[in-house]
Antibody, heavy 125, light 112 residues
């Protein structure tokens, strides 16, 4: 059973860098059909896709956040990470990690499943 | 970006009654490979979203058959044939046709 678990500081000061890690279990992070993803949910709001990364290094970002995001994968620890710099109060959200299941040759099935439980990050001084 | 628009945003339903949620995309989600990249998720209270329907009409593993997805092009519908108490939560549609992936605003289903 594939499981993902987010970890990281729950409070970040404005202008600093938000750093989160997601630990993967139940599947190899080197799985060729998996793109390791971040999605956030502002308080009481909907879902916003941040970006995802393949273990090979291929990365896709939401253009709205691209200039502030760094994604990385650590295959030795079965973890992947998100760094979001120059944060403001508008970055306060629950951050989810998820697996985007995508076969690049068949473009199938392209779903986010499973998701981690989510972690609330508050940006405040 | 493809804009996903859901309606209604709030849906009170009596247990045992049917429910229907609409999702409209700003452009067709039909790919030239024949797949339609439309998905439905349910976020139960205090939980992360769970996959219900993929590629427009396919139920994910373990999803009860009272849930069904339909539609094509830009207009899609999620139907629940008989709502149960455990179905409460926020339903989101999502497209995965291109970058960026975007979600609808969500429809909150509550029990009357």
């Amino acid at each position: 059973q594939v499981q993902l678990q987010e970890s990281g500081p729950g409070l970040v000061k404005p202008s600093q860098t938000l750093s989160l890690t997601c630990t993967v279990s139940g599947v190899s992070i080197n799985n060729g059909d998996s793109y390791w993803s971040w999605i956030r949910q502002h308080p009481g709001k909907g879902l916003e896709w941040i970006g995802y990364m393949h273990y090979s290094g291929t990365t896709y970002y939401n253009p709205s956040l691209r200039s502030r995001i760094t994604l990385s994968v650590d295959t030795s620890k079965s973890q992947f990470s998100l760094k979001l710099n120059s944060v403001t109060a508008a970055d306060t959200a629950v951050y989810f990690c998820a697996r985007f299941y995508h076969d690049s040759s068949t473009l199938y099935p392209n779903w986010f499943d499973p998701w981690g439980q989510g972690t609330l990050v508050t940006v405040s001084s | 970006d493809i804009v996903m628009t859901q309606s209604p945003l709030s849906l009170p339903v009596t247990p045992g009654e049917p429910a229907s949620i609409s999702c409209r995309s700003s452009q067709s989600l039909l790919h030239r490979n024949g797949n339609t990249y439309l998905y439905w998720y349910l976020q139960k209270p205090g939980q992360s979203p769970q996959l219900l329907i993929y590629l427009g009409f396919n139920r994910a593993s373990g999803v009860p058959d009272r849930f069904s997805g339909s539609g094509s092009g830009t207009d899609f519908t999620l139907k629940i044939s008989r709502v149960e108490a455990e179905d409460v939560g926020i339903y989101y549609c999502m497209h995965a046709l291109q970058i960026p992936i975007t979600f609808g605003q969500g429809t909150r289903l509550e029990i009357k």
